[in-house]
């Protein structure tokens, strides 16, 4: 399939969910609130209603995620994003950037994405680094992120900040692996998805 037919398909796509699901969980929405403002709803299934209400926002959320990510994903290829990325958070400290570009599936491309973005910003903002670097490459179905920076080194999952420690969840849920190195002459960040 050509790259503008993927790219039609993938708007194609995003138009239905916005149109169908995206909607339909909205109104079932306002059903739900019209539900609860009943007075005369037992407190014990007022609660189990406000349950189901918060659920359907949370899907709400992901229906919208995802539609932005088919528009993003149409507009610029993985690498491109994160290539503009780094240049914006790294600013001057950005050295080399040795980006693939790779397919993977929506959700491994937008993992690989938000990953990217909170390393680049880790190393940016604690490392004390002048230089820092990022690749990406594909290997058949895996991805591979590589963040290296010349800093302090000390950077570990289960340190104190969320950064590092919600990558490291991120990971596993996407059922991959994360590698730190971490020492007085920096730290080299690799994920595999």
Do not use: W
């Amino acid at each position: 399939m050509s790259n503008l037919k993927i790219a039609s398909e993938k708007i194609r796509i995003a138009q239905d969910l916005h149109d169908g699901i995206a909607q339909d969980l909205v109104a079932l929405g306002y059903q739900f609130d019209l539900m609860l403002a009943e007075p005369e709803i037992p407190a014990n299934m007022r609660s189990e209603l406000r349950t189901a209400r918060f659920r359907i926002d949370e899907l709400i959320t992901k229906v919208r995620r995802e539609i932005f990510a088919l528009r993003q994903l149409n507009e610029n290829s993985l690498a491109v994003r994160i290539g503009k990325s780094a240049a914006e958070i790294c600013g001057n400290l950005m050295g080399r950037t040795d980006l693939d570009e790779v397919t993977g599936t929506l959700d491994q491309e937008e993992e690989i994405y938000m990953i990217a973005c909170e390393l680049l910003r880790n190393s940016a903002k604690h490392s004390g680094a002048s230089v820092i670097e990022i690749s990406l490459r594909q290997n058949e179905n895996l991805l591979y992120l590589e963040v290296l920076d010349n800093g302090n080194g000390g950077a570990e999952v289960n340190q104190s900040g969320f950064g590092l420690k919600g990558i490291g969840e991120k990971v596993r849920n996407a059922s991959g692996v994360l590698k730190i190195i971490s020492n007085k002459e920096g730290t080299r960040t690799q994920i595999t998805l």
